[in-house]
């Protein structure tokens, strides 16, 4: 009997010490297995390095590994991991339109987006939760998939187009100016003295000057009220859900008057800072033309935008851009901090304090390297997109130099090295090239990134690349 009873807890211990949550290996098998199990997914995107370090050394303790968190998703979904930055994950990360991680997504059985949560918590509890909670939305009938089906059949109201637009913003998914143009034609001009419906114009993302724009502006004395009423937070949320959709449809339709239109909001924004707007508007000309790869226009905006903006930074400068630097990722790391205490105080009442400190700290990230990366980023767009303008390549090697003297790495050798060799400068693409493959293995950089350096050292070598 002793005998028996030993095995049956080897056998359970092993069990639990190695179960796992079966993750599909590609995003398309996740959903055709959903198809043929009728099953929802869980998208689980990690961020480029994880598990995070600990400052103790002790493993990293993620409450999804946990047992009945493993029994749970089993159970109840198909499950596909990734990371951001993985080619994988590119396309993910663009739809379902993420800028923090890990990043639950929930999704029905066709990709249709349930729930979206972001969590690293190394308690389990959050994570049976939130699968439950997208369970429940899925069974209620109120889903994305259900008003896009509706949509896709034709039916068009008031009530519908404000319900999923709605919808689609509480999950995040604010690419709603389409449907916000159809929902203003419903509209009665008395609907544009009201602050509520203007304000849920505003909020749902309308091409700016586009048709919902210009209604919500036929009341302008309305329209400035809500600028001056909502909180600051809001107001700026406005704004760059409608740059961001306007300048993805002038991308997409390769729109030069829509792009215009964004420079034109940009530059008349910033009322108490003309300056900074006018910046803004001038990066949104270079983002437009790299995108379409219009590489004349490029040409012609981006050298004085680099030049004026960043080459000539004093070290006074960038000393008094860290500060402002530190002051912004304090007060982001506040907010994050107290939303996360909330979320905290759900699974361990009275074990979490009101009091937040956060030490403020640059984290390894000051604004010299982010000028610096500025500026290398300028230069590899203008190799990218195969400009063989030498003056234009000599202003991209001038970047690429200021960018390594400010803070020297590998991806910054890299660079230029690529630079050097468009100009034709062999030898010296070959010496850069070399520092950039010795540096990216101090940096400790992967495998896959050090044999490619080397690879491409070889090929400038024998002037094939």
Do not use: C
């Not at 690529?418 to 992967?446: C, F, P, T, W």
């Amino acid at each position: 009997m002793k005998k028996i009873l030993v095995v049956i807890t080897l056998t359970l211990y092993v069990g639990i010490a190695f179960a796992q949550i079966k993750f599909e290996k590609t995003y398309q098998e996740a959903l055709q297995s959903a198809a043929a199990q009728k099953r929802p997914i869980l998208i689980y995107v990690l961020p480029p390095h994880w598990p995070p370090v600990s400052p103790t050394g002790k493993p990293y303790v993620n409450g999804m590994d946990k047992p009945e968190v493993v029994d749970f998703y089993n159970k109840n979904f198909v499950v596909f991991k990734t990371a951001a930055g993985d080619t994988a994950a590119a396309s993910i990360v663009q739809q379902y339109q993420l800028n923090r991680f890990p990043a639950l997504l929930f999704t029905d059985s066709k990709g249709y987006l349930l729930l979206k949560n972001f969590n690293g918590m190394s308690f389990s509890q959050p994570y049976i939760d939130f699968g439950k909670e997208a369970l429940a939305i899925l069974k209620s009938g109120k889903t994305l998939g259900d008003y896009e089906a509706r949509y896709s059949s034709g039916e068009r109201s008031a009530s519908f187009l404000k319900e999923f637009i709605t919808h689609k913003m509480s999950l995040g998914l604010m690419d709603n100016s389409k449907l916000i143009d159809q929902y203003v034609d419903f509209l009665k001009i008395s609907d544009l003295s009201s602050y509520n419906d203007v304000l849920f114009i505003f909020k749902s993302g309308p091409y700016i000057y586009g048709k919902a724009y210009t209604l919500a502006y036929s009341n302008k004395k309305l329209a400035d009220s809500i600028y001056k009423t909502e909180p600051a937070a809001d107001r700026s949320a406005m704004n760059a859900v409608m740059r961001e959709n306007t300048m993805n449809e002038a991308i997409r339709t390769r729109n030069n008057s829509m792009a215009r239109n964004v420079f034109t909001f940009l530059s008349n924004i910033y009322t108490n800072n003309r300056a900074e707007g006018y910046k803004q508007a001038s990066y949104s000309q270079i983002y437009y033309s790299k995108a379409i790869k219009d590489t004349a226009q490029y040409i012609s905006v981006a050298p004085y935008f680099y030049d004026n903006y960043y080459m000539g930074l004093s070290a006074d400068s960038i000393k008094r851009m860290e500060k402002k630097l530190v002051e912004q990722r304090t007060k982001i790391m506040t907010e994050n901090t107290k939303q996360s205490m909330v979320e905290l105080r759900k699974y361990l009442p009275g074990t979490i304090k009101d009091s937040i400190s956060i030490k403020s700290s640059s984290g390894g990230n000051t604004s010299a390297s982010l000028v610096a990366t500025t500026l290398n980023n300028a230069a590899w767009d203008v190799y990218t997109l195969g400009i063989k303008n030498t003056n234009m390549l000599i202003k991209a090697m001038l970047w690429s130099r200021r960018a390594i003297e400010l803070s020297p790495g590998a991806g910054f050798y890299d660079t230029m090295a690529h630079i050097m060799y468009r100009l034709k400068l062999k030898d010296e693409a070959v010496l850069n090239q070399d520092k950039a493959v010795v540096l990216a293995i101090s940096e400790k950089q992967g495998l896959i990134e050090v044999n490619k350096m080397k690879n491409e050292a070889a090929l400038m070598r024998q002037g094939k690349l």
